[in-house]
């Protein structure tokens, strides 16, 4: 019997986008609009529109989505690109040997090693990247950040799922337990007229809570793969992290050509004449600015000591610093200067260009490993472009609000801990064809805060419903660019993530609601 055919991911995108296409013939059209009440108020009313079927526009939806999400698009082929000409150097390689050479002396701790030196790694991880998340929503850099830890994962005796799980999962995790976020919990609170980051004692104890569920189910998972490889429903996608690393032979001559001393010339030239012309740095964690940090000149003095350490040793080591403080820059620009995807992709471009050097490639050979690199992560990228057609259809076809209005109308007359639950199935629901957190804030908290007053529902309550609904379908959803493009780099069908994915969402939206029930039963600070 001939085995049944997987649809391939650019299939179930177009099937998404046929059934979109669909709903903007069936749903009235309608739309949101600001006005001014007779108090001189501001408020948002819906009106109905004649809707737009969409029929053609299905194939032009495509062309749309690559200009929506150019940004991310251009961004992934940088780090593919930049990625590929550190590969070239082996370094990741010796750093995952050693780093795992020195995992393995860990187990001579013995507190370690009741505990597992492996989990202790895996939730040191998830949770650095879950802070990441939380304090300043963490969501793009992570698909970088896959390309170094899916090989590792690998490396270590679990699959690409683990890997994507300690960083983007990780992050995702954060991000829905966000206690200092500023693009989804400032942004809401801001529009709900309530104080910035109030209420964070509660918000801490989700975050714990959401974390402890998340990593466990993770770590069980992990767990799992290691006992048995070919468990992993990715197993066979696995491949191609398991040829590469058996093809990246440690058959090296550990050596640090002339190149890399002036690579390293060039860089601490840069970071001088920057920390010189920045001296301190305002970091913004949350609501709170902590002024006068000598952040650059710190990391400046930091890189030239530990880069003429590395190089004393061998080249491998040094572009392995680099990328170290390539991770420091980034969390200073973004904390710091407001960072986004073009800087981020800058400083990734940087490393790899930096790393060629060191590793004294010529710019023929520089060209070519980084048109290389672009070309084996080229499927991510037209995924991410593809995806995009979803909400464009949605969006172009009027339909958006008109599902937002019916699903608000259908909360009236609930008790409060209905309404609430409404509210966060709601946002939930938004959040599988609208991922963007502050984009979702905006649609919907001016709509959602003056009904929980008139109501008596706290407006803090309404604002954690918007949290937990807009985090965990991050996780799934098929409009969200920042996971097709981890899935792309990381090589994982959508298919098989849904697959491996729902029933972790499921519980996680159930923890979701459970939370927010002392929300509206039991007097809190700042509820």
Same mark, same amino acid.
């Given at each position: ?44 009313? /819906? ?15 495509? /062309? ?9 698009? =251009? ?21 995952? =040997? ?59 005796? $679990? ?45 801490? *104890? ?28 990715? $197993?066979?996608?696995?491949? $191609? ?10 058959? =090296? =001559? /550990? ?53 003429? *350490? ?14 170290? *403080? ?13 960072? $986004? ?14 790393? @060629? ?31 995009? @057609? ?24 609930? @008790? ?95 923890? @979701? ?15």
């Amino acid at each position: 019997m001939k085995k049944r055919q997987i649809p391939h991911t650019y299939v179930i995108i177009f099937y998404i986008i046929l059934f979109c296409a669909v709903l903007t013939w069936v749903i009235p059209g309608g739309q949101y609009k600001e006005s001014i009440n007779a108090a001189g108020e501001k408020t948002v009313v /819906y009106e109905a529109v004649k809707h737009i079927p969409q029929t053609w526009q299905v194939f032009s939806a495509f /062309y749309k989505g690559f200009v929506e999400r150019a940004d991310i698009i =251009v961004f992934i082929l940088i780090i593919g690109g930049a990625f590929w000409i550190v590969n070239d150097s082996k370094a990741f390689d010796i750093g995952t =040997v050693s780093f795992l050479r020195r995992a393995r002396k860990m187990e001579n701790n013995r507190l370690l090693r009741k505990i597992g030196v492996e989990n202790f790694l895996l939730t040191s991880i998830m949770l650095l990247f879950s802070i990441f998340g939380a304090v300043f929503g963490m969501s793009e850099e992570t698909i970088a950040f896959c390309l170094v830890l899916v090989p590792m994962a690998i490396s270590m005796g $679990y699959d690409s799922i683990t890997g994507v799980c300690m960083v983007f999962v990780a992050a995702g995790l954060g991000f829905a337990g966000a206690i200092l976020n500023p693009f989804t919990i400032g942004i809401a609170q801001g529009l709900a007229g309530i104080p910035l980051f109030s209420g964070i004692e509660y918000r801490i *104890f989700c975050w714990i809570v959401i974390n402890a569920i998340g990593f466990t189910w993770i770590l069980r998972y992990a767990a799992k793969v290691k006992k048995d490889p070919q468990s992993s429903p990715v $197993y066979e996608e696995d491949k $191609y992290w398991r040829d590469l690393h058996s093809s990246n032979s440690l058959d =090296v =001559v /550990y050596h640090t050509p002339r190149a890399a001393w002036i690579c390293f010339g060039i860089l601490t030239a840069i970071q001088i004449v920057f920390a010189a012309l920045y001296p301190t740095t305002t970091l913004q964690i949350g609501n709170s600015l902590i002024k006068g940090l000598p952040l650059l000149p710190v990391l400046t003095v930091a890189f030239i000591l530990t880069s003429v *350490f590395a190089l004393r040793k061998t080249v491998h080591l040094y572009i392995l610093n680099l990328l170290f *403080f390539t991770i420091f820059y980034l969390i200073t620009g973004v904390m710091g200067y407001g960072w $986004y995807i073009m800087e981020i992709a800058t400083l990734f471009f940087a490393l790899g260009l930096a790393a @060629g050097i060191a590793n004294n490639r010529t710019p023929n050979e520089l060209v070519k490993l980084f048109l290389d690199g672009c070309k084996d992560i080229m499927s991510a990228a037209l995924v991410v472009g593809l995806a995009g @057609g979803i909400i464009v259809i949605l969006k172009d076809g009027l339909v958006i609000d008109t599902i937002l209005y019916s699903l608000a109308k259908g909360m009236e007359g609930l @008790g409060q801990v209905a309404t609430v639950g409404m509210m966060y199935v709601i946002q939930t629901l938004i959040n599988l064809v609208i991922p963007s957190g502050s984009a979702k804030a905006a649609l919907t908290m001016p709509i959602m805060a003056p009904f929980s007053d008139l109501i008596g529902l706290s407006k803090q309550a309404t604002v954690m419903a918007f949290q937990f609904g807009d985090g965990f379908t991050n996780l799934i959803t098929p409009t969200s660019g920042v996971l097709i493009a981890v899935l792309g780099v990381s090589r994982i069908p959508y298919d098989k993530w849904f697959r491996w994915a729902w029933k972790f969402i499921l519980l996680l939206v159930v923890v @979701g609601f459970i939370l927010l029930i002392p929300t509206v039963l039991i007097p809190m600070n700042g509820f």
